[in-house]
């Protein structure tokens, strides 16, 4: 990944309100729902995500800004001097130093200590006690270290909640991987991803990616635990007379019947049209008037008003 800093356009020193904001502000931009003609958009998506929560973790964004470890997570490992350095850094200092007061053995006991510091051991007579470190050893070897997880968020919409599936995310590591999300899928659960977390700097196991599931905001239902809310706008006449409605659903829409003189304080129920068809939906009901007015039904207010008036509050 590239600097988790640069892909949000945010300074080292941004507080988390701004961070937050930033990544709202990208998030939303670049949603693959709101550019589906750009077949980057996913990539982008991910790429802000996977930032903003390397950012959001502050061990790990405290350990980027001191240099331990680069933007996917990997440590990186101190040599002399000050400077970077590798396991090819190492081995040309063991060759360099050898007249300066360094031996093989010492280079190597420094660079085994980027990894936590060498085991140590009961060498055997004329055996390089390091040797089995790199070599496969036999008996008595130290397994390899385990990578470390990666904690990573599946931004997922209320659509693809509903109807399950795979949805695509972009790991820390630049992988774009296919996550199949559990049936009834639950808004913050987590989903753990084997082997696809942090590669072990010893060779070992990678480490897991656990993948929290966030939902997004939804342009039109607003989420009540598995119960939905939409707000669907009428005419005065179809409040007053009756009729059927279109009603927007995670399914499609469906048919709502508009009794005759409907009160619009309360909201209709859709049985079993919320999400995962565990929940309902709420049909909230907006009276719209014609734009810019009109003569005619102001004449009928009015006369509504001074011969037919009614009280609606205390």
Request: charge should be negative; charged fraction near 30%.
């Given at each position: 990944m590239r600097d988790p800093y640069t892909v949000l356009g945010v300074s080292r020193s941004v507080s988390e309100k701004d961070l937050k904001s930033a990544y709202r502000k990208l998030a939303k931009a670049n949603h693959p729902d709101q550019n589906p003609d750009d077949p980057k958009a996913q990539s982008k998506f991910a790429e802000i995500s996977a930032a903003y929560d390397f950012l959001t973790d502050k061990e790990k964004r405290g350990a980027f800004d001191r240099g331990e470890i680069d933007a996917d997570g990997s440590p990186k490992f101190a040599g002399f001097g000050g400077a970077g350095m590798g396991a090819g850094g190492a081995r040309r200092s063991a060759q360099q130093g050898a007249g300066a007061g360094f031996s093989a053995e010492d280079i190597l006991k420094e660079f085994m200590s980027g990894f936590g510091g060498a085991q140590q051991r009961t060498a055997r007579p004329g055996a390089n006690p390091w040797a089995d470190q790199f070599a496969g050893g036999t008996a008595g070897r130290q397994p390899s270290m385990k990578g470390d997880d990666a904690n990573v968020t599946l931004a997922?919409?209320?659509?693809?909640?509903?109807?399950?599936?795979?949805?695509?995310?972009?790991?820390?590591?630049?992988?774009?991987?296919?996550?199949?999300?559990?049936?009834?899928?639950?808004?913050?659960?987590?989903?753990?991803?084997?082997?696809?977390?942090?590669?072990?700097?010893?060779?070992?196991?990678?480490?897991?990616?656990?993948?929290?599931?966030?939902?997004?905001?939804?342009?039109?239902?607003?989420?009540?635990?598995?119960d939905l809310r939409v707000d669907v706008p009428i005419t005065l006449y179809e409040a007053v007379l009756g009729g059927k409605v279109r009603v927007p659903t995670l399914d499609g829409s469906a048919e709502l019947t508009l009794p005759a003189n409907i009160n619009t304080a309360k909201a209709l129920r859709l049985k079993g049209k919320g999400l995962h068809g565990n929940g309902d939906l709420y049909a909230s009901l907006k009276i719209?008037?014609?734009?810019?007015?009109?003569?005619?039904?102001?004449?009928?207010m009015r006369f509504w008003r001074d011969q037919k008036p009614y009280k609606v509050r205390d």
């Open positions: 997922v919409s209320l659509e693809d909640a509903h109807k399950g599936g795979s949805v695509p995310l972009r790991l820390p590591t630049n992988k774009i991987v296919s996550v199949k999300l559990p049936d009834n899928v639950e808004d913050g659960q987590q989903i753990r991803l084997k082997g696809q977390g942090t590669p072990s700097p010893m060779g070992g196991e990678a480490g897991d990616a656990l993948v929290t599931v966030k939902f997004e905001r939804h342009k039109l239902f607003r989420r009540d635990g598995a719209v008037l014609p734009e810019n007015g009109d003569p005619d039904l102001e004449s009928l």
